[in-house]
């Protein structure tokens, strides 16, 4: 990563050789074709069918190879056939979708929700990929309930352009050094894969004693939650409502969407006021992914029960710390979801499989035992989860850094200064704006819609 270390410390450049233009002086800007709407335009198909989901799949991956959807003859009609090389960005969506970025590996089919950018002549599809990686789209987006961004705005978006041999050595230092970048990445996300291993080893070992195993419903009551009306839910009040969204493995998330009531009846209060020490459990998600079924402890109070939640109150033969551990384990979840059931988009597990559900009962001092050596070791793991955050994050931002100087002409300074021959007169930024400002021209004689780009 010596290059890496060395592009980081160079003083900051403008280059002269450059030229400051818009991207719509460089690219042809569009957005792609509106969905077909049938399962016939489906069947049997072979033509590849961007969506905005496809986009998300791509991770730090640029190019776009496949696609989870593929239209049919009967489905192209009139649409337009974006040509290998296109760069495309989420044109509109949820705010976290708007950052994406993509290149066509091959020619294919672009939904609508897309905005496409097919470069001129002598401009490198990586190169504008890279340079709108900066660019936070979320900033020049329309705020609405469905954000969207005005292709006006995006015309106006501005790109230094280099000469073509230098736009070259650019994508290549970048893409040499994000290689450095993403191994380092990845040998983290595999120390977290680990961590979790090691943590499901840590809660097995824990509770494979030959302890008696009870049903819950001998040392807990269980209560599920009240229904209580949305159109009730404000914005602050002296009760908050727990919903679903709030609770996740060891974690209230009090600051996720929080609503509150503030006139509760009274048997209201008595039968869904959560206590400290209460363990909440959530029992709907999706069906067959196991992402329900979350435990935590309450330690707040003024904390009202929603529904698709259950609350256990243990008594004084289990302590909501051993079962919390307990039900982080594979053999509680195997029993959990044995009761699920459910359609396909949604899974439930009712308040009598709880119940029914067995678990381990040591005395109270071997719980306690049992809870002190799973922190000990869980303290160590969250020392070094917090640590790889930390540096995933600064991944992150150095990878910005890298972008940011390599479109201030930082990473290719030494290169310019040593080859001023290959950009100077016909192979200049200058000339290459020529060249395209006359691409364009010619192209207004054409059809409307490029199906190719060489």
């Given at each position: ?77 009139k649409m337009q056939l974006f040509p290998k090389g296109t760069v495309l960005f989420t044109k509109s969506g949820a705010s976290s979708l ?161 609503v509150f009531l503030d006139v509760v009846e009274q048997k209201i209060i008595d039968k869904y006021l959560l206590k400290p020490g209460d ?161 364009k021209e010619a192209l207004k004689t054409e059809p409307k819609g490029r199906k190719k780009h060489d």
């Amino acid at each position: 990563m010596s290059k890496m270390a060395n592009t980081l410390h160079n003083g900051r450049t403008s280059p002269e050789e450059w030229e400051q233009i818009s991207l719509g002086d460089i690219a042809d800007i569009g957005t792609g074709n509106p969905a077909p709407q049938g399962e016939q335009f489906f069947k049997d198909g072979i033509y590849p069918f961007v969506r905005v989901q496809d986009m998300g799949r791509l991770g730090e991956n640029k190019h776009i190879i496949n696609t989870a959807d593929r239209i049919n003859q009967n489905a192209i009609g009139k649409m337009q056939l974006f040509p290998k090389g296109t760069v495309l960005f989420t044109k509109s969506g949820a705010s976290s979708l708007l950052n994406q970025r993509g290149i066509l590996k091959s020619d294919m089919y672009v939904v609508s929700h897309i905005a496409t950018a097919i470069p001129f002549n002598g401009v490198l599809s990586e190169y504008l990929y890279y340079r709108l990686k900066i660019i936070d789209f979320n900033s020049i987006a329309h705020a609405t309930t469905l954000p969207s961004i005005p292709l006006s705005k995006v015309y106006g978006i501005q790109i230094s352009l280099a000469s073509s041999e230098e736009q070259k050595q650019i994508v290549n230092i970048i893409e040499e050094i994000f290689s450095d970048l993403d191994s380092a990445v990845e040998n983290l996300k595999k120390t977290q894969e680990q961590l979790k291993t090691y943590r499901q080893a840590v809660l097995k070992y824990s509770f494979e004693g030959k302890w008696k195993k009870i049903p819950m419903q001998s040392i807990s009551e269980a209560f599920g939650g009240c229904a209580f009306k949305s159109a009730n839910f404000k914005e602050s009040g002296i009760y908050q409502v727990i919903r679903i969204g709030n609770v996740r493995p060891g974690t209230m998330r009090l600051n996720i969407s929080p609503v509150f009531l503030d006139v509760v009846e009274q048997k209201i209060i008595d039968k869904y006021l959560l206590k400290p020490g209460d363990v909440v459990i959530s029992l709907t998600g999706t069906r067959k992914k196991r992402d329900y079924g979350y435990t935590t402890i309450v330690k707040e109070e003024n904390l009202l029960l929603n529904q698709r939640l259950a609350r256990l109150r243990f008594d004084e033969k289990c302590l909501p710390k051993f079962f919390l551990y307990y039900s982080w384990t594979q053999l509680f979840k195997d029993s959990f979801f044995a009761s699920e059931t459910g359609n396909v988009g949604q899974g439930n597990v009712g308040m009598k499989a709880i119940q029914s559900t067995e678990m381990p009962l040591p005395s109270i001092q071997e719980q306690r035992k049992i809870i002190q050596s799973i922190e000990s070791r869980f303290s160590v793991c969250d020392k070094i989860e917090d640590s790889i955050g930390e540096n995933l994050q600064k991944a992150e931002a150095l990878r910005q850094s890298i972008l940011k100087q390599a479109f201030d002409g930082k990473l290719t300074k030494q290169w310019r200064n040593d080859h001023k021959n290959l950009i100077s007169n016909e192979n200049s930024a200058e000339a290459l704006l020529e060249r395209i400002k006359a691409e364009k021209e010619a192209l207004k004689t054409e059809p409307k819609g490029r199906k190719k780009h060489d």
